[in-house]
């Protein structure tokens, strides 16, 4: 089930960085909007208020998956803090004994 909200929580996210983008900006932001290009392609108070709606519901699609997700996700992990957990304890290792010299034979 999480995988699917999951899923469908990228498709909206997408659609609405999309919807955002094509929105003409209000106060001229970069430079982008003038007379020419991009401004010209849609236009018309129309097409703003699609683009407005648009932005609204898929901003509440957003919130609202982002909830079920996070409610859905909620006591599936335990807690994961270091300074909860004891530090493991592990056994010394024990000193290497030398080995005994070989003496060449003659």
């Known amino acids: 089930m999480a995988t699917v909200l ?8 997408l659609a609405l960085i999309g919807v955002v983008l094509l929105q003409r900006s209000e106060g001229g932001g970069l ?8 401004g010209a ?6 097409t703003a208020n699609l683009l407005t709606r648009t932005t609204a519901i898929l901003g509440t699609a957003f919130f609202v ?22 530090p493991p304890v592990t056994a010394p290792s024990a000193p290497a004994t030398p080995a005994a010299p070989s003496v060449p034979t003659n």
């Open 6 to 13: 999951l899923i469908i929580h990228l498709f909206v996210t």
């Open 31 to 38: 430079g982008v909007g003038s007379s020419q290009g991009m």
């Open 65 to 86: 998956l982002s909830l079920a997700l996070a409610l859905l996700g909620r006591g599936t992990g335990q807690p994961r803090s270091i300074l909860d957990a004891p």
């Open 41 to 46: 392609f849609m236009s018309g108070r129309g």
